[in-house]
């Protein structure tokens, strides 16, 4: 009986072993997966209204105006500027996800549906400052010479912008010149963005003193530039109103004209450029004539301080009116031929109390100098910027001394 009872169950354990093998694993469902999403974009162009680029995204006019009511609590819409780019992105079925608003690669605007409509989530990039030491010769112009370097126009700009009082490009440049610099570029991603500020310049010019500009925070934490000796580089006047052009006739007090003929002074600069090209203020003040003068075509007149007065002859159009006030570089109109002038060219004047002055020669005010309680910090910051310099960017001309207080 009992070995019936053991043949019995060994089938049971078998079949029980054997189902605990080949059981198959229950059914499961698949992961849930991520709807997909799609994007499209816009580059705001002039004129571009914010509104306008999200209804042309199938965005109606109702919903459109609850977006731009979030954004507006996060950000200023007066400053939407062309260049900027708008992100919309859609769901699986068409819906709207979110909307994102690029203002540059570093800084955009994220607008999703939240509990309480639309929100806005502003994110920002990280940056990475890293400078880099450059040194040139020129050859050409400094646009050209810096760009078979790699290097943009923007950074040039800054390069002219730290000497431009008292070193005019468009005179007094020459074949051979050379210039070393500390700049900073920034990255995003490992990607380059753009340049942030110079730390140090020096451009060398053959019978001329060594230039320097370094980048120092005076007062208020505000970064300044000042020259090797702690005199600011900024000065009342500019050395010239105009951006790299040539100088097609200079001061004089005999000089034949090439309208009326016979021999007559010529207290004037003439910088030959083409029409509408930009002209700027070569100081801060105030329009006293802005209009047609006779032989001097559109023209405007600004008054200074110090009795000083600059004219801006035979412009092609005028930017200005009478009464307002300007501003150093500030763009009051451009070049023409209007007037008795036989071709496109700025004749440029300056007048100290009454007299007309040679704008070249003329010795104008400098800016602040370094602080007497900041001048030890400022000659350390110079002593390592130039040792740096010289190490990375060497210059063949004799790097300023440490300066010494006056």
């Known amino acids: 009986m009992r070995r019936r009872l053991l043949l019995f169950l060994i089938p049971l354990v078998l079949v029980v072993a054997a189902g605990a093998i080949v059981t198959p694993t229950p059914h499961l469902s698949p992961p849930d997966v991520a709807p997909s999403e799609t994007e499209t974009e816009t580059t705001l162009k002039p004129g571009d209204t914010l509104?306008?680029?999200?209804?042309?995204?199938?965005?109606?006019?109702?919903?459109?105006?609850?977006?731009?009511?979030?954004?507006?609590?996060?950000?200023?819409?007066?400053?939407?500027?062309?260049?900027?780019?708008?992100?919309?992105?859609?769901?699986?079925?068409?819906?709207?996800?979110?909307?994102?608003?690029?203002?540059?690669?570093?800084?955009r605007y994220e607008i999703s549906h939240g509990e309480d409509g639309w929100q806005v989530k502003?994110?920002?990039?990280?940056?990475?400052?890293?400078?880099?030491?450059?040194?040139?010769?020129?050859?050409?112009?400094?646009f050209e010479s810096m760009e078979r370097m790699g290097e943009g126009p923007t950074l040039t700009a800054k390069l002219v912008n730290l000497f431009e009082?008292?070193?005019d490009f468009a005179a007094d440049s020459l074949a051979g010149d050379r210039f070393r610099l500390l700049a900073e570029k920034r990255f995003v991603n490992g990607e380059f963005i753009g340049y942030g500020n110079i730390r140090i310049a020096q451009y060398q010019s053959a019978g001329r003193r060594l230039l320097t500009a370094v980048g120092f925070e005076a007062k208020n934490g505000a970064l300044r530039y000042f020259d090797s000796e702690g005199r600011s580089t900024r000065k009342m006047f500019l050395r010239a109103?105009?951006?790299?052009?040539?100088?097609?006739?200079?001061?004089?007090?005999?000089?034949?004209?090439?309208i009326l003929g016979g021999v007559r002074p010529h207290l004037a600069i003439d910088y030959g450029a083409p029409i509408g090209t930009p002209v700027r203020s070569v100081a801060d003040g105030v329009v006293v004539l802005s209009g047609w003068d006779g032989g001097n075509g559109i023209s405007i007149t600004l008054r200074h301080a110090r009795g000083y007065k600059t004219m801006y002859n035979h412009l092609s159009v005028n930017h200005v009116r009478r009464g307002q006030r300007v501003r150093q570089r500030e763009i009051i109109g451009r070049v023409g031929s209007t007037g008795l002038s036989t071709g496109p060219h700025l004749d440029y004047r300056v007048t100290k109390n009454g007299r007309f002055v040679n704008p070249l020669a003329e010795k104008f005010v400098p800016g602040e100098p370094v602080p007497h309680e900041k001048w030890k910090e400022f000659r350390e910051r110079l002593k390592l910027l130039v040792e740096q310099l010289d190490q990375e960017a060497p210059l063949d001309a004799q790097a300023p001394s440490a300066p010494q207080p006056s």
């Open 51 to 107: 509104e306008a680029v999200l209804i042309s995204h199938d965005i109606s006019r109702a919903e459109a105006a609850k977006v731009i009511t979030a954004l507006r609590s996060k950000m200023n819409l007066r400053k939407v500027r062309p260049g900027e780019r708008l992100v919309v992105t859609r769901g699986d079925a068409g819906e709207l996800l979110r909307v994102t608003y690029w203002r540059n690669q570093v800084e």
């Open 122 to 142: 502003q994110v920002s990039n990280p940056v990475e400052t890293r400078v880099v030491a450059l040194a040139g010769t020129l050859e050409g112009s400094l």
């Open 165 to 167: 009082w008292d070193f």
């Open 241 to 258: 109103p105009l951006d790299f052009t040539r100088i097609t006739s200079g001061f004089s007090q005999a000089r034949k004209h090439p």
